[in-house]
């Protein structure tokens, strides 16, 4: 009778351990509440990060123009950098764009001047420049590197038989000449001309 007993005990125990298994098995992987509303404080944390990575980026801008302004000149709150390197117009202009910054291209009589002087100093005192000019698109619609209408405008128009620009449609990108005391000439954007990056200061 004890056998007996015993057998039965030990055949309850093994049912009972394969249920419980088999339960242990059976139990579903807890998901995600996709319904659940995110954890206020993480998102404070990534606020934060976010912050200092656009913080970082903007010390990195401003350390970058600082160099430009050391090694070339400050203008009216912008940086220039000469480039006496000679190159065809979209050359020079890509080479800026690679930079950070654009063709140069003066928006008053006052920073014209202090361009052609930084000009003078760096590059030579008989040279032309590519200006941030262009009327590629439409013929006589001169317009800056951002394709808005250039606001200032220095032509030489000292000689009446040609009043500059006068190229047409041969010659669409714009020049500062020192020769002509930094008025400007339209000129063939395949000829090779040193340039001046301009930086606008944030």
Not at 9 to 13: Q, Y
């Given at each position: 009778m004890e056998m007996r007993g015993a057998c039965v005990?030990?055949?309850?125990?093994l049912l009972t351990g394969c249920s419980s298994s088999q339960n242990l098995t059976k139990k579903k992987p807890l998901k995600k509440d996709a319904t659940k509303a995110p954890n206020p404080a993480i998102e404070a944390l990534q606020k934060q990060i976010d912050d200092i990575f656009q913080e970082l980026n903007h010390l990195k801008e401003q350390q970058a123009l600082q160099t430009v302004c050391l090694?070339?000149?400050?203008i009216n709150g912008k940086c220039f950098l000469a480039d006496p390197l000679s190159k065809q117009?979209?050359?020079a202009s890509e080479d800026c764009n690679s930079l950070g910054g654009v063709l140069s291209a003066p928006t008053s009589m006052e920073e014209n001047q202090q361009l052609r002087d930084y000009v003078r100093q760096s590059i030579g005192p008989d040279q032309d420049i590519w200006l941030g000019i262009n009327d590629m698109m439409?013929?006589?619609?001169?317009?800056?590197?951002?394709?808005?209408?250039?606001?200032?405008?220095n032509w030489d128009i000292?000689?009446?038989r040609f009043p500059?620009?006068?190229?047409?449609?041969?010659q669409n990108c714009g020049?500062?000449?020192l020769s002509a005391q930094g008025k400007w000439f339209d000129e063939n954007c395949r000829k090779s001309k040193p340039s001046v990056c301009q930086f606008n200061i944030v």
């Open positions: 005990l030990l055949g309850v125990l090694k070339g000149t400050k117009y979209h050359t439409t013929e006589g619609a001169w317009v800056d590197q951002t394709g808005l209408s250039a606001a200032y405008k000292s000689d009446s500059q620009p006068d190229g047409g449609q041969a020049v500062l000449s």
